[in-house]
T-cell receptor
Framework: DQQVKQNSPSLSVQEGRISILNCDYTNSMFDYFLWYKKYPAEGPTFLIS?????DKNEDGRFTVFLNKSAKHLSLHIVPSQPGDSAVYFC???????????FGTGTRLQVTL | GAGVSQSPRYKVAKRGQDVALRCDPI?????LFWYQQALGQGPEFLTYFQNEAQLDKSGLPSDRFFAERPEGSVSTLKIQRTQQEDSAVYLC???????????FGQGTRLTVV
């Protein structure tokens, strides 16, 4: 039972363009969402988060959008840079801060 | 160090061997988590501590898996009688009180041969 889904295993984007990574969830109890970035042989690194009381959170080149009615969130990276090439994981929490449920990840490749 | 530290980074175990994986969380972080990440998958929750109390161990796949955090700081994940299906990266994370934001270590890659 995959409660957090990232249906695109990979994405290729040209440098300078926008990268859009998508995530869907099924558990309506989730109320806090996070994006993590992972380079090979490293642990996931926190990128940006959003609480369910908001529909948008922005931090520099990174913006996360949340559509609660559709149980969908997306991460926008603009402009994309080669250093953004990594695997991105969407994660969700029920607000208890006791565990995260992760998606399977999307591998982003930013080409020159 | 400032981040979550895990050791060893890599471990090769023969099937049936016991292993112990160590995690040093960020100082002052009350919450500590263990996750298992299989190849091509996202991290999956194993267990959660708040200080020394193990509040949730629902993700531990079998009774061969055991975790402890006796003094509320360093934690050890022990796997007894390892099996090939235990091969994965084991990630430890810690977070400040009441925060859902977890900070991860680099993980321990366990290979059971």
């Amino acid at each position: 039972d995959q409660q957090v889904k990232q249906n695109s295993p990979s994405l290729s984007v040209q440098e300078g363009r926008i990268s859009i990574l998508n995530c869907d969830y099924t558990n309506s109890m989730f109320d806090y969402f996070l994006w993590y970035k992972k380079y090979p042989a490293e642990g996931p690194t926190f990128l940006i988060s959003i609480s369910s009381i908001k529909d948008k959170n922005e931090d520099g080149r990174f913006t996360v959008f949340l559509n609660k009615s559709a149980k969908h969130l997306s991460l926008h990276i603009v402009p994309s840079q080669p250093g953004d090439s990594a695997v991105y994981f969407c994660a969700a929490d029920t607000g208890t801060a006791s565990k995260l449920t992760f998606g399977t990840g999307t591998r982003l490749q930013v080409t020159l | 160090g400032a981040g979550v530290s895990q050791s060893p980074r890599y471990k090769v175990a023969k099937r049936g061997q016991d292993v112990a994986l160590r995690c040093d969380p960020i100082s002052g972080h009350v919450s500590l988590f263990w996750y298992q990440q299989a190849l091509g998958q996202g991290p999956e929750f194993l267990t959660y501590f708040q200080n020394e109390a193990q509040l949730d161990k629902s993700g531990l796949p079998s009774d061969r898996f055991f975790a402890e955090r006796p003094e509320g700081s360093v934690s050890t994940l022990k796997i007894q009688r390892t099996q090939q299906e235990d091969s994965a990266v084991y990630l430890c994370a810690s977070s400040p009180p009441t925060s859902g934001m977890a900070f991860f270590g680099q993980g321990t890659r366990l290979t059971v041969v």
